[in-house]
C-alpha cells in the first residue's frame, strides 16, 4: 500500500493535511505476549476499542529505518536511560514491493522527555527523505515543515548520522474512544530487522529479531493508561518489557553487546551454541 490508501501512522492523519507538522505526546508501556494469547486480548481490546479498517484486514506491514552515529550515539543513549534522548527514522506503511520514490513515508524524530515520548513527523514523498537523511541536503517542501527540516539535517550533519538498521513487522492497532479518548494499543507481529540493504523498498531477506511466538504489545495514551488494560494485561500473564525495536535490532546483528533489555531469539541460542561447542573441542 502506498498513497493515498497507506495506513496513517497514529489515528486522525487522514484527517489532517498531509503537509503538516504533526506532533503527539504521550506515556507508553510494552509487553510481550506469548501468540497462544493473542485472541483472548483481541477479544478484550475489540470489546472496548475500535479497530481501525487495516486492522480488520489482518493488519498493515511497517518498515522504519533508523540513523544513527558512527559510535551509535542514539542507541547508548537509550541503553543508559538518559532522560532526554532522540532517534531519527524514516517510516514507510504498506508492501515493501509498492514503495517508490513518490511514495509517501515518514520522517520522524522520536525523542524521550523524563517518562513522556514524543514524536514529531512530517510527510515527504521517499526521494525527499533519502535526499535529506542520506545525502545531507536540506529539501525545499513545505514552508511550514522548514523548521522541522533545518533541524533534521542539524542532527544528520552534527551527529554523523548514515543508515544503521531498518525494522519490519506486521500491525494491528485499536484506537480508544469516550473516557478512553486517546488510547491506542497496537500489536506487532513477525518483528524482523537487517543491518544493510537500506532501501526499505530492497526485496532482501530480514531476521526475526523478536522470538517467532511473540508479539509485542504497545498501549500509549495521552495522560494515564486505563484500570481495565493493566488488568487485562495481568490476566493474560503479560510481562512489562523495556524494550526497543531498534536497539534489538542493533544487538541481534552483533553491532553492539547484548544488553540486559536484550529478549532472546531462537537465533541467539543457535549462535550460543555453536560458540559453546567450538570452545568445547
Not at 27 to 42: A, G, H, N, Q, T
Not at 156 to 184: C, F, K, M, N
Amino acid at each position: 500500500m502506498s498513497g493515498p490508501d497507506a495506513p496513517p501512522a497514529e489515528p486522525g492523519d487522514l484527517r489532517r493535511t498531509a503537509s503538516a507538522l504533526h506532533s503527539f505526546n504521550r506515556f507508553e508501556i510494552k509487553y510481550l505476549l506469548s501468540y497462544e494469547d493473542v485472541p483472548r486480548l483481541r477479544e478484550e481490546l475489540a470489546a472496548r476499542m475500535e479497530a481501525d479498517p487495516y486492522t480488520r484486514r489482518g493488519g498493515y506491514p511497517v518498515a522504519s529505518l533508523y540513523y544513527d552515529s558512527p559510535s551509535l550515539r542514539y542507541y547508548w543513549e537509550k541503553i543508559e536511560g538518559l532522560r532526554f534522548r532522540r532517534k531519527l527514522r524514516v517510516r514507510a506503511y504498506g508492501e515493501r514491493g509498492d514503495l517508490t520514490d513518490d511514495s509517501p513515508v515518514y520522517l520522524e524524530i522520536k525523542q524521550r522527555v523524563n517518562r513522556v515520548t514524543q514524536k514529531r513527523r512530517v510527510r515527504v514523498p521517499y526521494r525527499l527523505a533519502r535526499r535529506l537523511c542520506d545525502d545531507a541536503v536540506l529539501i525545499d517542501h513545505a514552508p511550514e515543515q522548514r523548521a522541522f527540516l533545518e533541524e533534521v539535517l542539524g542532527l544528520v550533519e552534527g551527529h554523523g548520522l548514515r543508515p544503521t538498521a531498518i525494522t519490519a513487522y506486521q500491525r494491528e492497532a485499536y484506537l480508544g474512544s469516550d473516557a478512553d479518548l486517546g488510547l491506542r494499543v497496537t500489536l506487532d507481529h513477525r518483528v524482523r530487522g537487517r543491518d544493510r540493504d537500506f532501501h526499505l523498498g530492497a526485496e532482501v531477506e530480514n531476521r526475526l529479531i523478536i522470538p517467532p511466538h511473540k508479539a509485542v504489545v504497545e498501549v500509549k495514551a495521552n495522560e494515564r493508561v486505563p484500570y481495565w488494560v493493566t488488568d487485562t494485561a495481568a490476566r493474560l500473564g503479560m510481562s512489562v518489557v523495556r524494550i526497543s525495536k531498534y536497539c534489538q535490532s542493533i544487538e541481534a546483528h552483533g553491532l553492539a553487546p547484548r544488553s540486559v533489555f536484550h529478549v532472546p531469539t531462537e537465533d541467539d541460542h543457535s549462535v550460543r551454541s555453536r560458540a559453546e561447542a567450538t570452545a568445547s573441542l
